[in-house]
């Protein structure tokens, strides 16, 4: 690989958001309080996005919502436009990626946020393959009303891509070379430390503290992982996670541990991890070339594979597990 001229060392920053840690990394004009600037414009918008959109808020704009998803609700923007991208991921996805699966993850045990301790061990729950959801059918009318329906929705699966997008176009303005990284999940824009893009790992969902599986070189470009790694844990002798398939109620993702893809826009990117994930490993490489989607992919015995569109991306590969 030819040698790349090294840059100084951009400045950092980091805080707690959304049960993770979000770190901000870019290379500032003058004294850098453009950058501290740009560091709290991120902050704001992380802890905006996390206010109306958390479901462990009782409080929040969503968690009011679903007391009643069938009546009209006056919610913030960010909470309106949170819905509105969860139904257009609900359309392009064929339904598979679906927020309404909220019941089910409070069946499984997963009541509280991470961050308050492991979701309940034990349950009276059985395993059972429940029907597929109705059609969705959200309502909205102006800048902030909204009725979801029957049922009540969870964006957990959307919210921090939504964070990476909207905290990137806040700073866009001051702001040509930078990474924002929210629990693997990231927005990068220009280059970074080595003057051609930033340097992202895959990591190794087996091994999360230890070496990346794959390290991708991307500029102006977003990755997100879906994974078992951190948000999974044993309910009744069986191991369950939270990534669950709205056409059963169950977790899904059979074959798989972790799911990585690259997309111009962060949200975007964690909806196609989690839909890939979904439709498990026998499945994936096809709906992902078909998507046009690069995509990499660890196994449940972890080996890693790729489709054929990730590949200009990556820089170095490790071995299996």
Known sequence: MPSVKARPTPMTDSFRAMA????????????????????????????????????????????????SPESWHEVSPVCFMAIQDAYEAYKFTDSIFDPRILADLLSLGYRNSWTAGLPDTKSDRTLRMRNPLPEWKPEFKGENLVRVGELPI????????????????????????????AGGDCICSGNGPTTNGWNIGV????QPEGDPMMV????????????????????????????????????????????????KDPAEAEIWAKVLFLVGRDHIRLVSETNNIPAVWITDYGEALTNSLISPFVIWKGTVV
């Open 216 to 263: 991708l070189r991307l500029s102006d470009l977003a990755v997100c992982t879906s994974s078992t790694a951190v948000r999974s844990w044993w309910q009744n002798g069986q191991l369950k996670h939270h990534l669950i398939d709205p056409r059963t109620g169950e977790p899904g993702g059979k074959g798989l541990s972790a799911v990585t893809v690259i997309a």
């Open 20 to 67: 993770t840690s979000v770190i901000v990394s870019a290379y500032p004009t003058g004294d850098g309080q453009d950058f501290q600037q740009s560091f709290l414009q991120i902050k704001a918008v992380f802890t905006e996005t996390e206010v109306a959109c958390t479901r462990f808020n009782p409080n929040s704009d969503l968690s009011q919502l679903n007391q």
């Open 203 to 206: 990591q190794n969902p087996f």
């Open 154 to 181: 969870d964006l957990g699966g959307i919210g921090k891509g939504l964070a990476l997008r909207w905290s990137a176009a806040a700073i866009r303005p001051a702001q040509s070379h930078f990474l924002i990284e």
